[in-house]
């Protein structure tokens, strides 16, 4: 288990967390990984906390991330032959989940403006 790492950029702070399961890892490993999840700031800015999961059972390297934003959690399990193989997998699941579920908030912010235009009609 590795110490937390806390990212703060335009006042919204990460806190990531590291822990590899039955396996030695690289320094290089971990700083592609944070840096990967970092560059998920980019499609919804408001992620809480991080925790990647590395670990290795005979050939299958799997990694497991959660994020943890504004009370909901994304979760992605991913495994192939090569770690690095499986962080970009499991950043590309959570990417897609991340846009579908900023787009969800943006209708729903759009939807709750135009109830309040059309619900306001006065009948004399």
Excluded: C
Excluded at 46 to 62: D, G, P
Excluded at 116 to 123: A, K, M, T, Y
């Amino acid at each position: 288990m590795f110490l937390p790492q806390i990212v703060i950029e335009k006042g919204v702070v990460m806190n990531i967390t590291t822990t590899a399961r039955h396996y030695d890892l690289a320094p290089a490993l971990k700083d592609y990984a944070e840096g990967k999840v970092q560059s998920l700031k980019k499609y919804f800015d408001h992620i809480v906390n991080a925790h990647l999961i590395f670990s290795l059972e005979k050939y299958r390297q799997r990694v497991e991330i959660t994020l943890h934003v504004n009370g909901k959690d994304f979760v992605t399990l991913q495994e192939s032959e090569d770690m690095y193989i499986s962080v970009d997998r499991a950043v590309d699941k959570l990417e897609e989940q991340l846009k579908r579920y900023s787009s969800k908030l943006k209708k729903r912010k759009r939807a709750t403006g135009l109830g309040e235009i059309s619900g306001n009609v006065v009948e004399e």
